[in-house]
């Protein structure tokens, strides 16, 4: 059998990364390399109605050995890697027994893995950690809990006197560019309820996510040679600066809020004299607080039309997902399994909450309680990614102990 270790390696070799700007599903074709490959892996584990859809999407099913007939749940987790840091060419390096402090990144020793921002480290002594050489991510951002899965359905499939009910694995394409769920046909998936191993850290169960919509401010103003603008020009990356300029900084910024506290983020801004826009993330774990987010847009809007007549802003919001919590309560056992697996494994669960969204919030939201599990990853999105090796370990025998607790129930 091959260790889990081997697999990761493996997956985060291949360039995943996904493209926010495509418009096309798989948001980027070399998904689809990887798709092919866990499609072709999951055949020879002797996986059964194993499919691949043209987007990438990859399902398969390891069959219940309990005689009676057990739900089916599903595990889940992205292909895709982060368009925010380079995925091309990734070189994982392995610290073998890792002996305390600081690790210098091999390909770029400018990046170093602090212990002082990362003290989790403190308590790895002894163990494996996989890093980047510095100059790309890692993809332990899904990669790991792809590794954990297929490491957790393997077992499963080779000793069939563990007694499971069914899993059905779905492994999805860009999740980082929020559109995970797009292609995912929930009849064929079916499953009482999912869990995405996307969570970081070992034993956490993430029960719920921001609420999250997306408003783009659009300022139209009027451009003229600046020689001759008096009275006539209306500059429209000046009303929008003052737009920004206006937005909560002491409250409501990312910079100044944590733990249940939601935010509005402004994160991009184009354009020029004649038209300019700000994109702006609005979270809260509370949906009906986003209206109240939207609210003080207008309110800022108002004011600067009283300021500069001659503009136009428009404010234009999108749905993006919504607070898993809403949704889980459909499936009742789903938390409930989750922590007798997580203790059945030998560790005691942390209850957590993600300030951010996962494909489970979207798939709660479609009617499968999907909430979200650890799979050792941390500072995903970044050249200093990195993952533990015994933690992913820990989080393929939680899904085994997962599939058991499953087996007791009745469909
Ligand atoms: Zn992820």
Redesign the pocket.
Known sequence: MECLLDRFLRYVRIDTQSDEKSSSLPSTAKQLVLSQRLYEECQMLGLVDVSMDSHGIVMATVPATVKHSAPMIVWNS?VDTSPEYSGTGVNPIVHDDYRGGDLVLPGDPSKILRVQENPHLNELFGRTIVTTDGTTLLGA??KA?IAIIMTAADRLMRDRSIPCGPIRVCFTVD??VGRGIEGVDFQKLGGVCGYTL?SGGVGRIDTETFSADLAIVTVKGRNTHPSVGKGVMVNAVRILSDFISRLPRQNLSPETTDAREGFMHPYQIQGGVAEATCRIILRDFETEHLARQKELLERIAEGLRAVYSECQIVIETRKQYRNMRDGLHIEPRAIPKAIEAVRAAGIEPIMDIIRGG?DGAQMTERGLPTPNLSSGQYN?HSPLEWTCVEEMETAAKILVELAIAWGKEVA
């Open positions: 992205h951002d899904d809990g999740e980082e996307d996962t995903p």
